[in-house]
């Protein structure tokens, strides 16, 4: 009898997941054994879960990772010289919560956007906001927003995101306000955020990349002394996956989707 209202109610204050739940135990004759405990809890835990579902869709859309990947499907069958035992210790996001970075290095098509992309996947499944950016085209946006009055209200933003991915760190040659807008980023970041910076360039040669010497210290001051560092090796998975079905003793075959993604 009351039934119609209820609903009405349930959707009205958007408990979606109750109200779809609860048609589910209006049609199906078992529910009628548990106890009233029992049926409100199953109601309550559908609620959670839709919510939950909700907000992690939320956070991959802001994420606006390059590609579709997870540590689950990360392969290290691959002679890259991934080091599996610091890779996993990172898929905890213990890292995350101490506000620490992560620099991935190595040569063109070893994977280094695949595990970027992976690790802020894992970041986000915790309940972590991420966000993908290529150095090159960020570094852009902020040039722009230095002319549109959006400058300090872009930087706020990146600086409120707890994994931000720095994709092909030392493509782009920098301007001197390129140099300050990274140290602005990395300076609102240090000690309160963390960052995955992608590279071809060895760490090493940072220094030599920023070339202005006072802003290169100050800027890998605050990006490498607490960071982990993958540094990877090795040919391209491109041309190993070209000769040789690199998932199919790692990976179940229900799994074997966007096999050429991953890296």
Not at 123 to 134: D, I, M, S, V
Request: one cysteine or more; glycine letters at 4%; a positive charge.
């Amino acid at each position: 009898m009351l039934d119609h209202p209820t609903l009405e109610k349930l959707s009205a204050l958007k408990f979606t997941g109750m109200l779809e739940a609860l048609k589910e135990q209006r049609q199906i004759n078992a529910y009628a054994d548990l106890s009233f405990e029992e049926r409100l809890g199953m109601l309550v835990d559908r609620e959670v879960t839709v919510r939950e579902n909700r907000r992690m869709a939320c956070r991959m859309k802001a994420a606006a990772l390059r590609l579709p990947a997870a540590v689950e499907d990360i392969n290290f069958r691959h002679p890259r010289g991934l080091d599996k035992s610091l890779f996993l210790s990172l898929t905890t996001c213990e890292w995350i919560r101490k506000h620490r970075n992560c620099l991935i290095t190595g040569p063109t098509g070893v994977g280094k956007s695949y595990i970027a992309c992976a690790l802020a996947q894992k970041a986000c499944r915790e309940g972590f906001k991420a966000r993908y950016q290529r150095m090159s085209r960020l570094l852009d946006e902020l040039v722009v927003a230095r002319h549109d009055g959006t400058y300090y209200a872009k930087l706020g933003a990146l600086a409120q995101v707890n994994v931000l991915i720095l994709d092909d760190w030392g493509i782009t040659p920098l301007t001197d306000n390129n140099r300050q807008d990274l140290l602005e980023l990395l300076d609102d970041r240090y000690n309160r955020r963390s960052t995955i910076v992608t590279s071809q360039l060895p760490v090493k040669k940072w220094h030599e990349y920023l070339a202005n010497p006072t802003l290169a210290d100050a800027i890998l001051d605050r990006l490498v002394h607490n960071s982990h560092e993958l540094d990877l090796s090795g040919d391209s998975i491109r041309r190993f996956d070209a000769t040789t079905d690199e998932n199919e003793q790692s990976i179940k075959p229900e799994e074997m989707v966007n096999k050429q993604a991953r890296r």
